[in-house]
C-alpha cells in the first residue's frame, strides 16, 4: 500500500480542479452549514481518538457545540486542533455532499469566567446554559473542504478547498 500516494490523492487532484470564485463557495458552504445542525466532532491526543455526534450551532464563523461531558474530553484536554464533519445522505453516484472541518477549539466550563460572554456574544442565553451544566466547545475553523457531486453540472470540481487561515 503506497500511504503517501493515497494521501496526496486529493492536493494533486486540486492542482488542476475547477475552482469556484471564493465567494461562491463561502456563500455555498453557509448555506449546507444553515441547512443543517449535527455534526461529528473528532478529536485525537496520542494514541487516543474520539468521533462524537453532536449538534452544533454555528454563529459568527464558529461552530458553538454543547455537551454534559464524555471521553472527547481526555482529548480535548491536549489537543485543541480538532476536525468535525457534517454530510447529507449518500443517494448515489454524483449526490454525494458534505462538508469537513478542520479547526481549533476552546473549551469553556460553566465554572469559567468567559463561559457567559462567550455565549452572550453568539446570541445564546448563558443563564440557561448554565442551569444545565453544558460545556461549550467552541471551534473556529481554518478548513473547509467542500463536497458537493452537483458542482460538476457548474463545470466545478465537486471537491472545493478554502483556506481561512
Request: hydrophobic share 40%; glycine share 8%; net charge negative.
Amino acid at each position: 500500500m503506497d500511504y503517501n500516494r493515497a494521501a496526496s490523492f486529493w492536493t494533486e487532484h486540486d492542482k488542476s480542479a475547477a475552482r469556484m470564485p471564493e465567494h461562491e463557495l463561502r456563500a455555498a458552504i453557509e448555506d449546507f452549514i444553515h441547512a443543517h445542525s449535527t455534526c461529528a466532532l473528532a478529536a485525537a491526543s496520542g494514541d487516543f481518538v474520539r468521533c462524537t455526534p453532536l449538534t452544533y450551532k454555528y454563529c459568527a464563523g464558529k461552530f458553538a457545540v454543547f455537551s454534559e461531558g464524555g471521553l472527547k474530553f481526555r482529548a480535548l484536554r491536549e489537543n485543541k486542533h480538532v476536525a468535525l464533519a457534517v454530510c447529507d445522505e449518500y443517494r448515489g453516484p454524483g449526490t454525494a455532499k458534505g462538508l469537513q472541518v478542520t479547526g481549533t477549539a476552546a473549551v469553556f466550563g460553566t465554572d469559567d469566567a468567559d463561559y457567559a460572554v462567550q455565549l452572550e456574544v453568539l446570541g445564546i442565553n448563558a443563564a440557561h446554559m448554565q442551569k444545565l451544566g453544558l460545556i461549550l466547545i467552541l471551534i473556529t475553523p481554518q478548513e473547509f473542504d467542500y463536497l458537493d457531486g452537483t458542482l460538476k453540472d457548474k463545470g466545478y470540481s465537486p471537491r472545493q478547498h478554502l483556506d481561512l487561515s
